[in-house]
């Protein structure tokens, strides 16, 4: 069983390493997480914006029917997209969400970003994505987090959710939240890894017992077929990767994911490889020495990969 952290408030065990479904395709994902959670994958990191969770649960339901794990073994992350920001959308979007997945509860529901943008009916488009009906236009609107936030711990009120988080968000949010937040926060997720390090931000977070989930654990790999990836070079070729690679005879996506989960940093890499997709969850099988760590996090140049000021300057929330 991999490693877990258990969270502050519930107590419940969240895995070190997870597998994400972001840009997990429709035609593929069903079986893909089934054939995950017959490798050892117990936590599974959706989104209503990933356009993927009805299928990600007939994965589960499957592997459920099969007496491959009991669904109190899984730990099942979703996320609140923008355009559900107001109090009367929370609760109706979660509700959505768990009949896609065809479960109970989340294990764990995050405000996917600390933006909030203009209602969208999901019986006429869903998911919204960032853009308005034109395709081209942000529309923003004036929910403030504080709204949001009161409506999210409704859901673990109502047993919807087990546990709530924030994505995407800096300090300064954090400690607003915290001043009118009556469940706190349990889960930060944010962009990690060697080239975006976020050392201030990690810090904080563990002071305030808040644990840390970290995506595109690869850097810019993630956002080649975007065209995101700005040109970066490639973590899993470079040299301070590739050599630890060899004199532990583990991969660089292995060498990568333990850099973050020996400082208790949760990862959830996808891959629609089933080799790397093992390769990754065993990723825990060795241990970096602490000047190998540090050697690693010396590569970070604060290259944020994933920045919605990207689509409208409006929305520079990491400013």
């Avoid at 997990?24 to 599974?44: E, H, M, P, Q």
């Avoid at 979703?78 to 109706?92: G, I």
């Avoid at 989930?213 to 040109?231: C, H, K, N, V």
């Avoid at 629609?272 to 602490?290: A, G, I, K, Y």
């Amino acid at each position: 069983m991999a490693n877990t952290i258990a969270l502050a408030r519930t107590g419940q065990k969240m895995p070190l390493v997870g597998f994400g479904l972001w840009k997990v395709t429709k035609s593929t994902c069903a079986d893909t997480v089934y054939n995950a959670i017959k490798a050892g994958y117990r936590l599974f990191d959706g989104a209503g914006d990933y356009g993927n969770e009805k299928e990600a649960g007939e994965g589960v339901r499957r592997a459920l029917s099969d007496g491959l794990v009991k669904r109190e073994e899984l730990f099942i992350t979703s996320k609140l997209w923008n355009t559900f920001h107001a109090k009367e959308h929370v609760k109706a979007l979660a509700t959505k969400q768990l009949g896609l997945w065809g479960i109970d509860y989340f294990d764990l529901f995050l405000v996917h970003f600390p933006i909030s943008l203009k209602y969208v009916d999901p019986a006429e488009r869903y998911p919204p994505e960032w853009f308005g009906a034109d395709g081209k236009t942000v529309n923003l609107q004036d929910t403030p987090m504080q709204e949001t936030w009161t409506a999210m711990e409704e859901l673990v009120d109502i047993g919807q959710a087990k546990n709530i988080g924030i994505s995407n968000c800096q300090g300064s949010l954090i400690l607003d939240i915290l001043r009118y937040a009556r469940i706190k926060p349990q889960v930060l997720q944010i962009e990690l890894h060697p080239y975006l390090t976020q050392d201030a931000l990690v810090d904080l977070a563990k002071e305030l017992g808040i644990a840390i989930t970290a995506y595109s654990s690869f850097g810019p790999q993630s956002y080649i077929e975007l065209s995101m990836d700005r040109d970066a070079p490639s973590l899993l070729t470079h040299d301070a990767v590739a050599s630890l690679a060899n004199k532990y005879q583990k991969t660089p996506a292995q060498v990568l994911l333990r850099w973050a989960t020996q400082r208790d940093i949760a990862v959830v890499p996808k891959s629609n490889n089933h080799e790397r997709l093992v390769q990754n969850l065993d990723s825990e099988s060795f241990d970096l020495t602490p000047e190998e760590i540090k050697a690693i996090s010396g590569l970070n140049c604060n290259l944020r990969l994933n920045d919605p000021r990207d689509i409208d300057p409006r929305m520079a929330i990491f400013a």
